[in-house]
């Protein structure tokens, strides 16, 4: 897991974890726009619905939402969907290519957090779980939540 505190965090993938199985993190910057900064200092980004292409060698956030401000300059017309190009270092990029094109590994974005007054994006190589599988993690949550409440009544 990242080093950063939830102060600090922006937007969270709750079904990520609960979709698929996350194998390995990578930290990468984000390409915004000075509304879309201004609109994540306030705290209106979702991630929930977003996922990451690799095209042209490069990586790509699709399907993120950035809810312009009222404020928001008139010379300027936001887009809350588009496309953003993420900044990851060649290494880390060619990796996650080897591993989507030939594994058949899927990229997610996990959380949206400020680092140093940069917006970064935690992503994860993940694999899809099976409908048996999220029974399973729906059970495991219950019976984890069952077994506090027992040990809190005691």
């Known amino acids: 897991m990242s080093k950063h505190t939830d102060s600090a965090t922006i937007a969270v993938n709750k079904k990520a974890h ?3 199985f996350i194998e390995n993190n990578y930290e990468a910057g984000i390409v915004l726009e000075g509304w ?5 200092r306030m705290g209106k980004g979702n991630i929930t619905e977003a996922h990451i292409i690799i095209k042209n060698a490069e990586a790509w956030l699709l399907g993120a939402q950035i809810q312009p401000l009222a404020t928001a300059s ?7 969907t588009r496309t953003r190009k993420l900044l990851l270092n ?3 990029l060619n990796q996650l290519i080897g591993s989507v094109e030939r594994q058949g590994y899927t990229i997610v974005p996990l959380s949206l957090y400020w680092k ?7 992503i994860a190589l993940a694999k899809g779980k099976k409908t048996y599988d999220k029974r399973n993690t729906t ?4 019976w984890q939540r069952d077994r506090e409440r027992i040990i809190k009544n005691k």
Do not use: G
């Open 18 to 20: 609960f979709d698929f």
């Open 36 to 40: 879309e900064v201004k609109s994540l």
């Open 74 to 80: 008139t010379h300027t017309h936001p887009d809350p």
């Open 90 to 92: 060649q290494r880390e």
């Open 116 to 122: 140093h007054n940069k917006i970064k994006l935690n």
């Open 139 to 142: 059970k495991d949550r219950e």
